[in-house]
């Protein structure tokens, strides 16, 4: 009961006041701040009890009366070492919602459409972004992130800032809605288009390096066994990056098919490393049966591929 009574006489209690202070010092040239709090009215706080619940300031430091050309001593220093995260990569929702707000700071509050797209078109571009592969899905089955490729990193780079601008884009959604209401023309939107690309064009400067950045990466899984170059994942199966040597590990492998399993890039790079994969559950073509098995990979000189099989147990 005492406690009821008491929070009532702090909610309708005379306003805690208190002022806030601010010392700047100079040390070598170099300037450091310091935040503090002199309370001037107790008020509603002068109520709570210690045991109260509520947040008190007696965690927050009291300033010592100082005046502009005070000179300090410096009672001790310590170097503290840390580390920046990165900001958090986009999920589909948070960059569904950047698309919405892009370039709205820039664009008048008159303006009917904002951002990126409309809400009808903006998982669309997601999706075709991803498709052509500039964007990759990546995470556990709860939070998938949407990351940057090579290639998505490449054109952003290489790319020029107009065309980067959310703000650009932002304008020419609103002239297209402009020209559906029939207000703006939609040869003089053409014009405009072309006037900028002519622009661009004309002044462009060629990015350093564009054309390392803007070649195909190669997807490295490991490295050949007969020459040492690296193995790049192509559509149809493994090959060596050295086109004169013959080492290759065709995805549709005839071995691996016969035990229920295909070559997948994981399987590919375990054989590369260690010339060996151990494979669950793998199923026999003749009886049907499950077993578990280790798989031995050896190349010949001619660069053919010869498997041989370990049953666990």
């Known amino acids: 009961m005492q406690l009821i009574s008491n929070r009532l006489c702090v909610a309708v209690g005379d306003p805690h006041r208190y002022a806030e202070t601010i010392i700047e010092l100079d040390c070598g040239g170099t300037a450091f701040s310091a935040k503090g709090k002199t309370i001037v009215q107790d008020g509603w706080k002068a109520l709570i009890q210690k045991n109260d619940s509520t947040k008190s300031d007696e965690n927050v430091q009291a300033l010592p009366s100082v005046s502009v050309g005070d000179e300090m001593t410096v009672s001790g220093t310590e170097i503290k070492e840390g580390k920046t995260s990165p900001p958090k990569h986009f999920t589909e ?19 009917e459409r904002k951002g990126l797209g409309t809400p009808a078109t903006r998982a669309g571009i997601i ?5 052509i592969g500039f964007l990759e899905r990546k995470g556990d089955k709860k939070t998938k992130h949407l990351i940057p490729t090579h290639k998505g990193t490449a054109l952003v780079t290489v790319m020029p800032e107009q065309i980067q601008s959310p703000s650009m884009t932002a304008d020419w959604e609103e002239k297209l809605l402009l020209i559906e209401k029939g207000e703006y023309a939609s040869e003089d939107f053409m014009d405009e288009i072309k006037d900028v690309i002519a622009g661009l064009i004309q002044n462009y400067e060629v990015i350093r390096d564009s054309e390392v950045l803007m070649s195909k990466e190669a997807n490295s899984i490991g490295k050949c066994p007969l020459c040492g ?38 399987t590919a ?8 994969v151990k494979l669950k559950n793998c199923k026999s073509e003749r009886t049907g049966n499950t077993f578990d098995a280790t ?7 001619d660069g053919k591929t010869k498997f041989s099989m370990e049953f666990e147990n």
């Open 93 to 111: 929702d948070t960059l569904l919602s950047a698309m919405e707000t892009a370039g709205a700071d820039e664009m008048p509050d008159k303006v």
């Open 127 to 131: 999706e075709k972004l991803v498709r």
């Open 229 to 266: 170059s690296a193995v790049e994942d192509k559509a149809k199966a493994f090959f060596c990056s050295n086109r004169a040597c013959k080492f290759v590990l065709w995805k549709n492998n005839r071995y691996f098919a016969s035990i229920g399993k295909s070559m997948t890039s994981a």
């Open 269 to 276: 790079q375990k054989l590369l490393g260690s010339g060996k």
């Open 295 to 301: 798989v031995f990979m050896e190349v010949s000189e």
